[in-house]
């Protein structure tokens, strides 16, 4: 079976703090690709990236950055020196050898000024 | 600009009745998805479609319909055996269908603006 658990449902910082999401998956695949995408109070859902199996280097875009382990099934996202226009929900979402998307349960993130 | 568009934003339902929610896509993607989200349990598929003409069954599409007769347009009946339908709908397209066997040339969904429905 295919999961993604975003233990974090909510968090809140002050502008300029960095916060790291975590996100675990679970898949007996060994191709797969992994997502984050952010959704904003308007709704739709923004790309942000996506990572396959094969590669675990770690990307940096920015202030984003993501932390890919397979070793740990974990695809933490982090985001540096955020911004007030960074509060939305998030998810980690997983596409094994399959066409459907898994998405995990979403982290909120409440940026403060 | 390409994209996803879905229609209406809002929309409320009375007991009983069927709605359909709009799904168009001029991005010339092959594949189409209807998602559900309620709060704290993520997105799930409903239906999908690879195809024109063909959808297959998602996670929960109990209470739902769907027809693929363009490729630009999946739109969602959600019908009176839906018993607890208000939530965020929310519609996805992507290039190209993914194999079961491998990923071919995948990339990211491209989602629309949600669709919430209420029922009142």
């Known amino acids: 079976a295919q999961k993604v658990t975003q233990a974090q449902t909510e968090i809140s910082v002050v502008e300029k703090e960095d916060v790291t999401l975590d996100c675990v998956y679970e898949t007996r695949d060994t191709t797969y690709y992994l997502f984050w995408y952010k959704q904003p109070p308007s709704g739709e859902l923004v790309f942000l990236i996506r990572r396959n199996s094969f590669d675990e280097q770690n990307e940096i875009s920015g202030r984003y950055s993501w932390n890919f382990q397979k070793s740990t099934s974990s695809f933490n996202f982090t985001i540096t020196a955020s911004q007030v226009v960074d509060s939305a929900v998030y998810f980690c979402a997983l596409t094994p050898g399959f066409q459907k998307l898994v998405f995990g349960t979403g982290t909120r993130l409440l940026v403060s000024p | 600009d390409g994209g996803i568009t879905q229609s209406p934003k809002y929309l409320f339902r009375k007991e009983g009745q069927n709605v359909t929610l709009s799904c168009e896509q001029n991005l010339n993607h092959d594949a189409m998805y209807w998602y559900r989200q309620d709060p704290g349990q993520g997105l799930r598929l409903i239906y999908y479609s690879q195809i024109v003409n063909d959808f297959q069954k998602g996670d929960i599409a109990e209470g739902y319909s769907v027809s693929r007769e363009k490729k630009e347009s999946f739109p969602l009946t959600v019908t009176s055996a839906q018993k607890n339908p208000t939530a965020f709908y929310l519609c996805?397209?992507?290039?190209?269908?993914?194999?079961?066997?491998?990923?071919?040339?995948?990339?990211?969904?491209?989602f629309g603006q949600g669709t919430r429905l209420t029922v009142v």
């Open positions: 996805a397209s992507t290039p190209r269908y993914r194999s079961t066997t491998r990923i071919q040339g995948h990339t990211e969904a491209f």
